[in-house]
C-alpha cells in the first residue's frame, strides 16, 4: 500500500513537472488558464452546447477580485470541488458536478441558492431569506443566468419579458389602456419592486406604497394644509399601480369612485347617468360627469396647500 | 494500487492533461468572450402626430427621425491584475427620450456611475383655453373678453380660444460610486437630479358651493426640480449582513401658483367684485417639500436554518412654502378680519417603518416565517383655524356659526401586522402552505379609529407528473374594527358654533361607509396548471376569482368581483426558434348603492323616501390576446422577431335608481388597442448588420365624458375640448450597425 502511493506520488511529480514545462512553453495561440479552470475547460470548451466559456467576460470570472473566488478555486467556487466528476465525468457514466444548477441531476434549490448566497447575501439581497420567491422555492438561476455575457433578469430589454412570464396577470395589466410605461421599456418591475424580498408590500424597495410612488411624483407627497386621507395613505386605495381600464390608473370610473366616499347632501349624491349626457342643444349635460367630472372643480384631489383649498379646489 | 493511489494517478494525469490539452484557442475564446462595441445610425419615419402613442416613447410627431445608438464596451481580461471596465451606453439619441449611461470601475475595489435619461411625455393635443398663456404664472384673458354668466352668452370659438398641448419633459441626471475599502466592507452613494417642466391641465374654480361654481381649464406650468440622495454602508459576511442607508428626497417647485383672472361675469351667491372684470383667483400648485430617512437593514444567520432579517427606518416629511393669500381678489382681500394663523405649514410628519421577519428551516420537509410590520406615520403638524374665503367669491365671514372656520386635520396613521406562514413538503411532489394574518391599522380624526383584519392563506401544489404541475390557492380575509362614526372627520373639521346649528351633525349620509373603513370579507381561489406535453411545448393555465364582499355597507361600495383566465402557450423545438401565445380574459364589476338627497327644508323629507335610492352596477371587461416569433435563420445571420398584440376593454355602468328619480342608460366605455411589432436584422459581414423595424399600432377609443364635448358644452364650466384618443400609426426605421473592436 505504502509502495503504491509512492509509486502515484512520483507519478504526480512527474506529471506536475511536465505541466509546468508544458505551461512554460506556453502557446500565445491559446488561452492559458489557471490549472484548476483548466481542468474544467478541457472538456467545457467552446464547443460545448451549454455556453461555459462566456463566463469569461462576466464578473464572475474576475481572478483579480478575491470576492469571486474565481483565482483560489475556480469552478469549483459555485459548483463544489467535484473531485469525483474531475475523475470520471457524468456522461462517461461517473458522477456530475456537486453543485449541478440545470438539468436531471441539478441539486436542491436550497444548496444551488446558497452557492450564490455564500457572496450575495448583502445589500439589496439582506431580505432574500423568507421572502415571496424563496419561500415559493425559486432558484437564483430560475431568473438569472450565470454564464452567458447577458442574464435576462439584469438586461433592461428582457427583465419585463422575463417576470412576466410567471406574473401573468401583471402581463396582462401592463396591455390595460391606462399603464405605467412598462410595455414602452420606460420603466422596469425592479425600479419599484425587489425580488430578492422588499421591505414594502408587494416586495417593495420602499417601505411603503406611498414612499415608493413619491420617489418620482414628489410632487404629492406633501404634507398639505387640507390632506385627502386615502390619498395620504395610499395611493392604491385608489389607483391601480399596473394599469387599469379607466383613466390615470384609477381602480374605478370618476364620478361612481368619488361617490363611493362622498355622499353629501345636493350634488355629491346625485344620481348620475345618462340623463346628465349632452342633449341636442348647448350648453346641456351635468358638470359632475362630462369633461373632469368631480375634478372639474376639485383640482387638488392629492392635497391642497392654499389656505382655501377646503374642498381641494384651490 | 490502491484507491488512494489510483485517485492521485488521475488527479495528476488530469492536471497534466488540463495544462496540455484545455488550452482553447484564443480566437475561438475571445469570440466568446471579448466585448462587443456597436454604433448604430439610421433613419426612421413616423406616420401621423399621435400624443397618445407617442406619450412615452417619444414618437408623437410625425416625420422622420434618427435613430441613433452606442454600446462601447472596454473590458479587462478575465485575467487581468487590475481589470478596469469602462462601459459606454447611448439609446435613443435621436428621440426625446434618450439615454447615456457611462460606467467605469475595478471590479472588488471602486465603481463609478453616471447616466443622463431624457422622457418627454405627451399628454394631449389641440387644447383650448379662453386665457392668454404668455405669462405662465399669472393668465390673462384677451383684451376684448365678453364676460357672461355662464357659457351660453361667451364666444367659445377659435380664435378667441387659444390653443395649447400638454407635453412634459423629464431631465434626469444621476451619479454613483462605490468603493470597497476593505473585504465585506462597502460605501456607495447616489445622487439624481430630475427636472421636470411643461404644462398640465387643471381647472379654476370660482364660487363658493356646489350651487354656484364657474370654472375654466388652464394651462397650468409645471416646473418641477427633484433632488434624491443615497448614501449606503454594507458589511457582508457569511453569518451577518447590514447596511445602513440614508435617503434623502427634496422636491422643489418654481411656480408655487398660478393666477388667473375670471372669465365669468357675478352671478348669484357671489360677493361684488368676483366676477369679470375684478375677479381673479389663485391656485396653489405642489409646495416644496422634503423627506429624509435613516435607515438600518440587517440578517442575522443564528444557526444554517434559523436567520433573522429585519429593517427599520425614520424619517420624516416636511414642507413649509409660504402660503398663499385667503385671495388673490384685492377687492374681497378687504374684507379679512381674521388674517392667516401662520406664514406657512410648518408640516411635518414622522415615519417609523419596521419590517422584520423570522425565518427557520425544521427540516428538509418544514420551513417556517415569521414576520411583524409597522408603518406608522406620526402627523406633527399644528391644527389650526382657518376663515377661508371660498373660491374667490365671497368675503370672509368670521362670524361664530361661520361655515367657513375650519380646521385642518394632521391625521396620524399606524398600521401593524403579524403574520405566521408554514410550508409542508408532504413528499417529492406535493407541497403545502398556509398563512395565518392579523393587522391591525389606527388612524386619528376619522370616521373609525381602528380596523382589524384576520386573514388565512392555503395553497397547495402538486406534480403529478414530469409533465404536468397543479396549484391551488385559497384565501380568506375578514375585516372589521371599532364603532364608524361618519361625522367624525367633519365635526373636527368645523367649529362647534357652526355645527351644532345643524340637524343631525354630519355631512356624508350616516350609512354610508368608506370602502377602505369598512368592514369587509375578501375571499379568493386561484387555481393553475403548468402543462409540458412535449419537451419543445409548455401550457401555462391560471383562473382566479376574488371578491370583496362589504357585509355591512349600505351606501358606498357594497360588494367587487374579478374574475380572470389566462393562458400562455410556449413553442421552443429549437435554439434558434421560439414561439409563445397568450390570451387574458378579466372580469371586473363592482357594485355601489346611493341615495340622493338634498339639503335644508327637504333633507328630511327626503332621507324617508326609500324612492330616492340609487345603485351603479360596474361591468369591466378586458381581454388581451397576443404572440410572439424569434426566429434566426441563414446559419444566424438573419434573426427575426414578431410580436402582436390585441388588447380590448370595455366599461359599463348600468344606473338603477327609485321612482323619485330619473336615470338613464350610459354607453359603454370603449378602448381596443392592435399593435403589431416585426424586428428584423442581417449581418452583412462580420462587422456589420442591418437592422429593420416596422410598428404599427391602432387605438381607438369611445368615453362619453369627452367624446363631441367641447369647450361650450356645460353651462358653468369651459372645458379644454379634450376627446378619447383614436390614431392609426405606422414607424418605419433602417439602421446599420457597425461592430468595433
Not at chain 1, 208 to 221: L, M, Q
Not at chain 1, 226 to 238: A, G, K
Not at chain 2, 499 to 522: E, F, K, V
Amino acid at each position: 500500500m505504502i509502495r503504491a502511493s509512492r509509486a502515484g506520488l512520483l507519478v504526480t511529480v512527474f506529471l506536475l513537472t511536465a505541466s509546468i514545462v508544458l505551461a512554460v512553453q506556453a502557446d500565445p495561440g491559446k488561452v492559458q488558464f489557471p490549472e484548476h479552470i483548466a481542468n474544467c475547460v478541457r472538456c467545457h470548451d467552446a464547443g460545448s452546447d451549454y455556453p461555459v466559456l462566456e463566463i469569461f467576460a462576466t464578473p464572475h470570472a474576475v481572478l483579480a477580485d478575491p470576492r469571486t473566488g474565481a483565482a483560489e478555486l475556480g469552478c469549483a467556487a459555485c459548483h463544489g470541488p467535484s473531485l469525483d466528476h474531475a475523475r470520471l465525468p457524468a456522461r462517461a457514466g461517473g458522477s456530475e458536478v456537486e453543485v449541478a444548477f440545470h438539468g436531471d441531476r441539478k441539486a436542491s434549490t436550497q444548496i444551488r441558492n446558497q452557492a450564490c448566497l455564500s457572496c450575495h447575501a448583502g445589500a439589496d439581497m439582506i431580505h432574500w431569506h423568507g421572502s415571496a420567491h424563496d419561500f415559493d422555492g425559486l432558484a437564483c438561476v430560475d431568473c438569472h443566468r450565470v454564464h452567458p455575457r447577458q442574464d435576462p433578469a439584469l438586461d433592461p430589454f428582457q427583465q419585463v419579458q422575463a417576470c412576466t412570464s410567471c406574473h401573468q396577470a401583471q402581463h396582462a395589466e401592463f396591455h390595460r389602456p391606462f399603464a405605467h410605461p412598462v410595455r414602452d421599456g420606460q420603466l422596469l418591475c425592479t425600479d419599484c419592486h425587489n425580488p430578492h424580498g422588499g421591505v414594502g408590500p408587494s416586495d417593495l424597495h420602499a417601505m411603503t406604497v406611498n414612499e415608493s410612488c413619491y420617489s418620482c411624483h414628489a410632487e404629492k407627497r406633501g404634507p398639505f394644509l387640507w390632506e385627502h386621507q386615502p390619498v395620504r395613505e395610499d395611493c392604491s386605495l385608489c389607483h391601480q399601480p399596473h394599469g387599469s381600464a379607466h383613466r390615470d390608473l384609477l381602480t374605478q370610473r370618476t364620478p361612481f369612485l368619488c361617490q363611493q366616499c362622498h355622499m353629501g347632501q345636493f350634488h355629491p349624491s346625485t344620481a348620475l347617468s345618462g340623463t346628465g349626457l349632452p342633449g341636442d342643444t348647448r350648453p346641456s349635460g351635468s358638470q359632475s360627469m362630462l369633461g373632469r367630472d368631480c375634478m372639474n372643480c376639485h383640482v387638488q384631489v392629492h392635497g391642497s396647500n392654499h389656505p382655501a383649498g377646503v374642498g381641494q379646489t384651490r | 494500487m490502491t484507491t488512494q493511489g489510483f485517485q492521485t494517478f488521475t488527479m495528476a494525469g488530469a492536471l497534466l492533461l488540463s495544462t496540455s490539452v484545455a488550452a482553447i484557442e484564443r480566437e475561438a475564446f475571445d469570440q466568446l468572450t471579448s466585448a462587443e462595441n456597436h454604433v448604430e445610425i439610421g433613419l426612421g419615419w413616423v406616420s401621423e402626430d399621435s400624443a397618445r402613442f407617442g406619450r412615452y416613447n417619444a414618437l408623437y410627431d410625425d416625420g422622420l427621425f434618427l435613430v441613433l445608438g452606442l454600446d462601447y464596451l472596454v473590458q479587462p481580461r478575465f485575467d487581468d491584475p487590475a481589470p478596469l471596465r469602462v462601459e459606454v451606453t447611448a439609446r435613443d439619441l435621436g428621440l426625446g427620450n434618450r439615454h447615456l449611461l457611462v460606467r467605469s470601475g475595478r471590479q472588488g475595489r471602486f465603481g463609478l456611475e453616471a447616466d443622463y435619461r431624457e422622457r418627454r411625455a405627451r399628454r394631449g393635443d389641440g387644447l383650448v383655453t379662453v386665457y392668454d398663456s404668455q405669462n405662465r404664472a399669472s393668465l390673462r384673458l384677451p383684451e376684448d373678453w365678453q364676460a357672461a354668466p355662464g357659457t351660453a352668452g361667451m364666444n367659445l370659438q377659435l380664435p378667441v380660444l387659444h390653443e395649447f398641448s400638454l407635453v412634459q419633459r423629464r431631465r434626469q441626471g444621476r451619479v454613483a460610486a462605490s468603493v470597497n475599502p476593505a473585504e465585506r466592507w462597502q460605501v456607495s452613494a447616489q445622487a439624481r437630479q430630475e427636472d421636470r417642466d411643461g404644462t398640465h391641465l387643471l381647472a379654476g374654480l370660482f364660487g363658493n358651493t356646489g350651487g354656484n361654481p364657474r370654472a375654466a381649464f388652464l394651462p397650468v406650468p409645471v416646473d418641477y426640480r427633484t433632488r434624491l440622495v443615497d448614501l449606503n454602508l454594507d458589511y457582508n459576511d457569511r453569518r451577518r449582513q447590514f447596511r445602513l442607508a440614508y435617503h434623502g428626497s427634496l422636491f422643489t417647485n418654481n411656480e408655487p401658483g398660478l393666477a388667473f383672472e375670471n372669465p365669468f361675469s357675478t352671478i348669484g351667491g357671489w360677493a361684488p367684485g368676483s366676477g369679470f372684470p375684478d375677479g381673479r383667483g389663485e391656485l396653489a400648485l405642489p409646495p416644496d417639500n422634503q423627506f429624509h430617512q435613516l435607515s438600518l437593514a440587517s440578517g442575522w444567520q443564528f444557526s444554517p436554518n434559523l436567520r433573522l432579517v429585519g429593517q427599520v427606518a425614520s424619517g420624516r416629511m416636511t414642507q413649509n412654502e409660504a402660503f398663499l393669500p385667503y385671495t388673490a381678489n384685492p377687492l374681497l382681500a378687504q374684507s379679512i378680519v381674521q388674517p392667516l394663523p401662520a406664514d406657512s405649514l410648518d408640516g411635518r410628519i414622522d415615519t417609523t417603518s419596521v419590517h422584520l421577519r423570522l425565518s427557520g428551516r425544521q427540516s428538509s420537509q418544514l420551513s417556517w416565517n415569521a414576520s411583524y410590520r409597522l408603518d406608522d406615520r406620526n402627523n406633527r403638524t399644528e391644527l389650526r383655524e382657518w376663515v377661508y374665503i371660498g373660491g374667490d367669491s365671497q368675503l370672509q365671514d368670521a362670524g361664530p356659526a361661520s361655515s367657513r372656520r375650519r380646521y385642518n386635520l394632521p391625521q396620524d396613521y399606524r398600521h401593524q401586522r403579524l403574520r405566521l406562514d408554514g410550508q409542508w413538503r408532504i413528499d417529492e411532489r406535493t407541497r403545502l402552505a398556509s398563512a395565518i394574518q392579523r393587522s391591525r391599522t389606527e388612524r386619528s380624526l376619522s370616521a373609525r379609529d381602528q380596523v382589524d383584519e384576520s386573514l388565512l392563506e392555503l395553497s397547495v401544489r402538486h406534480r403529478a407528473s414530469q409533465r404536468l404541475q397543479l396549484g391551488a390557492q385559497a384565501l380568506w380575509a375578514d375585516r372589521d374594527g371599532s364603532e364608524y362614526d361618519g361625522a367624525a372627520g367633519f365635526l373636527a373639521s368645523h367649529d362647534s358654533g357652526y355645527t351644532d346649528t345643524l340637524a343631525g351633525q354630519w355631512a356624508n349620509i350616516p350609512s354610508l361607509r368608506m370602502y377602505h373603513l369598512a368592514d369587509r370579507r375578501r375571499q379568493r381561489l386561484a387555481l393553475s396548471a403548468g402543462l409540458t406535453p412535449h419537451e419543445h411545448w409548455s401550457l401555462g393555465l391560471e383562473a382566479a376569482h376574488a371578491s370583496d364582499d362589504y357585509r355591512n355597507t349600505v351606501i358606498g361600495l357594497t360588494e367587487s368581483q374579478q374574475q380572470s383566465l389566462s393562458g400562455t402557450l410556449t413553442w421552443a423545438p429549437a435554439r434558434n426558434l421560439s414561439a409563445h401565445l397568450f390570451y387574458t380574459w378579466e372580469r371586473l364589476s363592482s357594485d355601489q348603492s346611493g341615495f340622493s338627497f338634498r339639503g335644508g327644508p327637504n333633507r328630511p323629507v327626503d332621507l324617508a323616501n326609500p324612492e330616492r335610492a340609487w345603485e351603479v352596477d360596474h361591468r369591466d371587461r378586458i381581454d388581451t390576446l397576443g404572440a410572439g416569433l424569434e426566429r434566426r435563420l441563414l446559419d444566424g445571420r438573419l434573426q427575426v422577431q414578431l410580436d402582436w398584440v390585441k388588447a380590448r376593454a370595455r366599461a359599463r355602468q348600468d344606473v338603477s335608481s327609485g321612482s323619485a328619480l330619473s336615470t338613464a342608460p350610459l354607453p359603454t366605455v370603449r378602448n381596443d388597442l392592435d399593435s403589431i411589432m416585426l424586428r428584423a436584422s442581417y449581418r452583412l459581414s462580420e462587422p456589420l448588420s442591418l437592422h429593420l423595424r416596422y410598428w404599427f399600432e391602432r387605438f381607438s377609443s369611445d368615453d362619453w365624458a369627452l367624446d363631441q364635448v367641447g369647450p361650450d358644452q356645460l353651462a358653468n364650466i369651459i372645458l379644454p375640448g379634450e376627446s378619447s384618443p383614436d390614431y392609426r400609426v405606422h414607424v418605419a426605421s433602417v439602421s446599420l450597425r457597425y461592430r468595433f473592436d
